[in-house]
């Protein structure tokens, strides 16, 4: 009998373990944050974490955060190499943050990839075509691991 409950308590925890495929590719946590210059607003990649609220775990997704009730938006741009990967806002504190999750339809995320991301403080008000925010910061990471 205590044999039997044994083997259950190893099945059970068999099952908890994440698949073998997602702690591989967390391995090394290429994760960064990029700020604008007066910190009102950021975008972070996220290489592996907990997710959109109530779909758990998940793999390579950007979080855009407007930090500064100040009438403003927050721009978020990535580049995957020299591909443009569009671009986010998020309105204010009450909005965010705002998942965003770009790299499936390039065909997630590799080694040696290299992630661009931009972050702006954006005026609504001043939306015309070439404006591309204010505040701006950028910084990019070649991945270790994808
Ligand atoms: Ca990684
Ligand atoms: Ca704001």
Redesign the pocket.
């Known amino acids: 009998m205590k044999r039997a409950l044994t083997a259950v308590a190893v099945a059970v925890a068999a099952v908890v373990v994440p698949p073998a495929q997602a702690s591989a590719e967390a391995e090394h946590d290429d994760g960064f944050v990029v700020w604008t210059t007066d910190r009102?607003?950021s975008v972070e990649f996220v290489d592996y974490g907990p997710g959109e609220p109530g779909s758990g775990g998940d793999d390579d997704y950007l979080v855009v955060r407007?930090?500064?009730?100040?009438?403003?938006?927050?721009k978020a741009d990535g580049w995957l190499g020299w591909y443009w990967l569009r671009v986010k806002y998020?309105?204010?504190?009450a909005a965010g943050p705002v998942f965003w999750d770009p790299f499936v339809e390039h065909g997630g995320l590799y080694g040696g990839d290299r992630l661009g991301l931009t972050a702006c403080?954006y005026d609504r008000d001043q939306a015309a075509s070439g404006y591309l925010g204010f505040n701006c910061a950028s910084d990019q990471r070649v991945l270790v691991d994808g």
């Open positions: 009102c607003g407007d930090h500064c009730d100040d009438g403003y938006e927050v998020v309105d204010g504190p403080q």
